[in-house]
């Protein structure tokens, strides 16, 4: 059963007032975002070992709980056996940069495969990079640099876990905490690159650094590829619920989406946490707007107190609306996912994963905010589901099992259907 204190929390929700759903991709934006990036990225990522497409689980139990069409997850746990979609970004951006390094050094092109074959290991392991993050960006980055073979620090801030800090360190990261939030900890990266002649490789833009992350947010567009394949034949969205950050995410599948689809594109919803929400503040305002945060989220993948640059250029006109959840609402849909109840299979999902999730469950129960959307029973939603269990510790403590417990019991479920 759906707990009830999705009847009772209040949300906030707004619609942009910028956004036109009948309008094409803005030229204006092609140099923030375009498919021909997005492609030579997928071309790429897909060569690299260890590389299989993430599952597309339909939720049609849930779906008819919810009095709507049909309700589809995309399910990053498995990726590259990161836990994340963020290893899609942070390593490919460690990619580019080593491209753009050895090929300037060597005063000549160099190909992604004369990196990633170790054609030039010497000049690689000379190269430092540096980022700051919540964890799976850096866990990115970490395995990134430990595969095309160049050094790699990451800060982290106050509110990390340690084992989610365990996790960049073995794969060879010097990780460095700080007292202070994730904003804090992006200054000091920054510094200490320009102390040290470091590269800074963030999932996060402002301006006079955009390059590198332009990489990042192409390479966040696999997901979408492959889900534009795993849709059953004729089947069109009418809605994605996305989760906000700095961003990055919500702005490269926006991006994607507006370039691929134009007027056909789903509503686009970005969903953040209350503690912090950047971007539902910048949508109020019309323009980026910078938030204080006090109070660490549950969804540490989130708690983001400034908006992505390159993001908020896409997300400013093409996002459709914009909501905050409180973390009461986090537990519960961990737990509905792990039970199996309204999906094909028991999931396992982190804490940032499912705030997309559970704002589709507090607007359908919502008969404003349900009519606000313009959901109904035809209505078909993208959900992505960005994490597993990152940290097992944190997993156990919400969900109240291992997530090897749940997986365990897949065979107690019949797969009735799974797209892949």
């Known amino acids: 059963m759906i707990d009830a204190i999705f009847d009772k ?4 929700y707004f619609h942009n007032p910028h956004s036109n759903p009948k309008s094409t991709y803005p030229d204006r934006l092609q140099e923030v975002f375009d498919t021909v990036a997005s492609q030579k990225a997928i071309e790429e990522i897909c060569r690299w070992p260890g590389y299989s497409t993430t599952p597309l689980l339909s939720l049609d139990g849930l779906a008819r709980e919810l009095g709507i069409g049909g309700v589809y997850y995309k399910d990053e746990g498995g990726r590259f056996g990161l836990g994340s979609f963020k290893s899609l970004g942070g390593a490919y951006e460690v990619l580019c940069l080593l491209q753009r390094e050895v090929s300037g050094r060597v005063g000549r092109e160099v190909s992604f495969e004369n990196i990633r074959n170790g054609n ?16 799976n960006h850096g866990r990115s980055v970490a395995w990134g640099a430990q595969l095309f073979g ?3 620090v990451i ?7 340690a084992r989610r800090k365990t996790a960049m360190e073995e794969f060879g990261a010097k990780v460095v905490r700080i007292n202070g939030n994730y904003d804090e900890s992006v200054t000091m990266a920054a510094e200490a690159a320009a102390t040290n002649n470091w590269f800074i490789v963030s999932d996060t ?11 990042v947010m192409a390479g966040y567009t696999v997901m979408a590829a492959e889900i534009a394949g795993q ?14 950050g700095v961003g990055g995410l919500a702005g490269a ?29 910048s949508a109020k305002n019309g323009k980026p707007t910078d938030i204080k945060i006090t109070d660490e989220t549950i969804m540490a993948g989130l708690s983001c107190g400034k908006v992505s640059y390159l993001g908020w250029q896409i997300l400013s006109d093409g996002a459709d609306d914009f909501m905050t959840i409180p973390d009461e609402l986090i537990a519960p849909v961990m737990r509905l996912l792990a039970e199996g109840t309204y999906s094909p299979v028991p999931v396992v999902a982190g804490e940032s994963a499912v705030a ?15 009519s606000s959307l313009g959901l109904d029973k035809h209505s078909r939603i993208l959900l992505i589901g960005t994490e597993g269990a990152t940290d097992p510790d944190i997993y156990r403590s919400i969900v109240g099992r291992t997530a090897e417990e749940v997986r365990s019991s897949l065979n107690r479920h019949e797969v009735s259907v799974r797209l892949s």
Do not use: M
């Not at 955009?210 to 990489?215: A, N, R």
């Open 9 to 12: 929390i209040q949300v906030d």
């Open 155 to 161: 800060y982290i801030h106050s509110g990390v876990s």
């Open 120 to 135: 030039y290991a010497e000049i690689v392991k000379e190269i430092t990079v540096v980022t700051a993050t919540d964890g």
């Open 205 to 215: 833009s402002y301006e006079g650094y955009t390059d590198l992350p332009k990489h």
């Open 150 to 152: 160049c050094r790699c």
């Open 253 to 281: 599948l926006c991006g994607y989406l507006w370039q691929t689809l134009g007027s056909a594109r789903p509503r686009f919803v970005v969903v953040e946490p209350n503690r912090a929400d950047c971007l539902f503040q």
């Open 231 to 244: 849709l059953p034949k004729n089947l069109e969205l009418t809605h994605t619920f996305v989760q906000g």
């Open 356 to 370: 997309g999730l559970a704002a589709l469950i507090v607007a359908c129960r919502n008969p404003d905010l349900r």
